[in-house]
């Protein structure tokens, strides 16, 4: 067997068993949905949909999904009627009824039934039949199917192979002329001599079997046209043109994190994603979100919407480091919702994050449409100290002047300026492009006679170049660069931004933009969010919980001490404790603790947790059980306070006792298997 013969059965098997397995899945599901993907849907079902709702566990989620599936086809979403899914019904029931009257299956699964299923109505029909030399064929002209990535005109072929049987599709270079001629007998290939017998019966019907594609096969001298065969290849994926499946990855990614009345509703969205550091050497992730369309309710000439945005930071690993639940209440007027309601709209936001390598998500819900779109993907925060570093440049179509008082943290403020970028990147000739960066890690070495080079390229051609020193910026780190695009032609550009010391390259950043020849590109309006200035202690509550987050105990103790010292509070002294808990700092808890402690009434359930765990760690069992009864005095019994309970009077050698609090833990959750075992042990002990 030779290589590519192996190869060949190789790939055959393969095609073989994901064929079975993807049947199997299909079996396994009530036979409602079984009609729904492999009769309904089996057309225009995109793989990467199919594959989601072989995935969907329960019927709930498969209804949902369908009502996704069919809401991202609808070309008037506003409307009561989905157009898409009425058109496919009807599509479905003329093939059933008109195109499997020759054929021994069902209408939609014979070729014409697929086809017009896909493709629709034909703008001509023509038949040829009755010559005698000839098997039954019919010709479908389409127009205006662009928008499936097929030509601006074509033909496809129908015809009754050996005169008997269903219409089967025509393949110019699988079939060729002879396949259409009665009774043709002649053996091998002959494309051009069964061509010139076809002329002689139907010269039209002759081209067709050349080339499908109108003024096409002139080029091909007699042979028929590969361009042909692909194009009936693309049709079998053109509906997949017609729709983004993203919303389908969405709904398995989501359904377990949003209510099912959102899953049908997810809208594309655009995001632009910087990281900036503060004055204070704080880094924050500065973000927009700009979805597909704001819905509103209205009311008493009010319109009106809450956002509610989620956001989670993790490792690789999936440790969780950071995250955020923020509402965003939005309410215009009247005359409001006519200026914006045809312009895009942004959310903007920042948060604080500690230097690492992460995944970031954000969730953004509207909770009167009940639509949601979200974002994850890439983040590294630089750690300082690394020598110099420039970070991603933001392309703003818009600076403005933020006043220095009061002092404020607000996203993509640069240089006293607040950037207004688009996800999108795309300027008018008429626009300044603001080039916006940090160049950080300088000196007053030789670095700060460094020299800042902007190179445009059109294409891949330069274009333009622009040299500064790095001294000129007063605001450094944060650089503004200014750039008229009035001499810029229409077309797709990237900047090199490059910092050269002595004429040796430091750093280099880059990023890409389009001018559009267009007179007018829509801005949109956005909600910004703006935080108190850096001194507020809650930066450096976060960055400590990030810290602990994280498992590095020490950096978080360095923080959360100094800022325990100037702003002492309960949530403080218990977070405080979790490090000292974590580095074995025992003996530092119950002083931490017990001022709150000793206002029992009001004292947290963490606080006579933590106490406890700290004593109970030291020895000091009788005080950590006291502790911890007090907890469930006050808090209501648990499986949790109970196991600890009966740790403390084993340690103290008080296994009876022990022995009572694990069987009413295990009386209020049975599933304790490590637990049971020990209970049993204890028990063995205890008998004669």
């Known amino acids: 067997m030779t290589h590519n013969v192996r190869m060949a059965f190789a790939v055959s098997l393969a095609l073989i068993s994901a064929a079975g397995l993807v049947a199997a899945q299909t079996s396994a599901l009530p036979k409602r949905y079984q009609t729904w993907l492999d009769e309904e849907v089996v057309y225009i079902i995109t793989p990467v949909e199919k594959s989601v709702f072989l995935k969907l566990p329960s019927d709930r989620e498969r209804d949902a999904f369908i009502e996704a599936f069919w809401k991202h086809r609808d ?86 192979k050996s005169g008997v049987g269903a219409y089967q599709l025509y393949s110019p270079a699988s079939d060729g002329p002879m396949a259409l001629i009665a009774g043709y007998t002649e053996t091998g290939a002959n494309y051009e001599g069964s061509y010139k017998a ?56 989501y359904k377990d994190r949003v209510d099912v009345e959102y899953t049908a509703n997810y809208l594309e969205s655009d995001v632009l994603l910087k990281v900036l550091q503060d004055p204070s050497g704080i880094s924050f992730i ?29 490792t690789g690993e999936g440790q969780r480091v950071y995250q955020f639940d923020k509402k965003a209440a939005i309410e ?80 993509f403020l640069l240089a006293g300026k607040q950037m207004l970028g688009q996800p999108g990147r795309i300027f008018l000739q008429k626009d300044v492009l603001y080039v916006a960066f940090q160049l950080l890690g300088l000196d007053q070495g030789p670095a700060s006679q460094g020299t800042l080079r902007y190179e445009f390229f059109r294409g891949d051609q330069p274009f333009r170049e622009i040299v500064h020193k790095a001294a000129e910026y007063a605001s450094l780190p944060d650089i503004v660069e200014p750039c008229p695009l009035a001499t810029f032609p229409p077309a797709h550009y990237r900047l090199r931004i490059a910092f050269l010391v002595d004429g040796n390259e430091k750093a280099a950043t880059t990023e890409e933009f389009d001018v559009t020849p ?99 760690s030291v020895g000091m069992f009788a005080r950590a059980i006291e502790l911890y009864e007090a907890a469930a005095a006050r808090f209501g019994v648990s499986a949790i306070l109970l196991n600890a309970i009966g740790e403390s009077h084993l340690g103290a050698g008080q296994k009876r006792e022990a022995l009572a609090a694990w069987e009413k833990s295990l009386a209020l959750n049975p599933d304790q298997p490590a637990l049971q075992k020990r209970v049993d042990a204890l028990k063995s002990e205890r008998r004669p």
């Open 518 to 616: 267009k007179e007018v590109v829509l801005r949109p309006w956005f909600y910004s969010k703006v935080l108190p200035g850096i001194s507020d202690p809650m930066y450096s509550r976060l960055i400590g919980r990030q810290l602990m987050n994280l498992g590095r105990m020490a950096e978080a103790k360095a923080i959360l001490e100094p800022l325990y010292g100037r702003t002492p509070n309960e949530d403080l002294a218990i977070e405080l404790s979790r490090v000292y808990l974590a580095l074995k700092e025992f003996g530092r808890i119950d002083p931490l603790l017990s001022p709150y402690l000793a206002a029992e009434s009001t004292a947290k359930y963490d606080s006579f947790v933590l106490a406890g765990r700290a004593d109970q």
């Open 332 to 411: 215009m007027t009247e005359a409001e919702m006519a200026e914006r309601k045809s312009l895009p709209f942004d959310i903007h936001d920042l948060f604080p994050l500690v230097p690492g390598d992460y995944v970031f998500s954000v969730l953004v819900k509207n909770e009167v449409s009940k639509e949601f779109t979200s974002f994850e993907g890439p983040l590294h925060v630089p750690a300082a100290g690394t020598g110099v570093r420039m970070s991603s440049p933001l392309l703003a179509y818009q600076a403005l002047q933020v006043p220095a008082e009061p002092q404020r943290v607000m996203p």
């Open 198 to 253: 076809l002329v002689a019966i139907d010269s039209h019907l002759a081209s067709l079997s050349l080339s499908l594609i109108p003024g096409e096969q002139s080029a091909y001298s007699g042979r028929p046209s590969l361009v042909s065969d692909m194009m009936i290849q693309r049709i079998q994926a053109a509906p997949q043109k017609l729709v983004r499946d993203t919303y389908a990855r969405k709904f398995l990614d």
């Open 286 to 314: 500065h973000y927009s979100i700009e979805p597909q369309r704001l819905s509103v309710n209205e009311f008493q000439g009010k319109y009106y919407t809450t956002l509610a945005v989620n956001g989670v930071v993790s």
């Open 75 to 160: 070309p008037t979403p506003d409307s009561d009627k989905n157009e898409f899914k009425i058109e496919h019904y009807r599509r479905i029931a003329y093939a059933v009824k008109s195109l499997g009257l020759e054929a021994p299956v069902p209408g939609w699964k014979t070729d014409r039934g697929r086809i017009y299923i896909i493709l629709g109505q034909p703008a001509e029909i023509e038949h040829f039949q009755g010559k005698g030399e000839i098997y039954n064929c019919e010709s479908w002209y389409y127009q205006g199917q662009e928008e499936m990535g097929l030509p601006i005109a074509f033909y496809l072929l129908f015809f009754q």
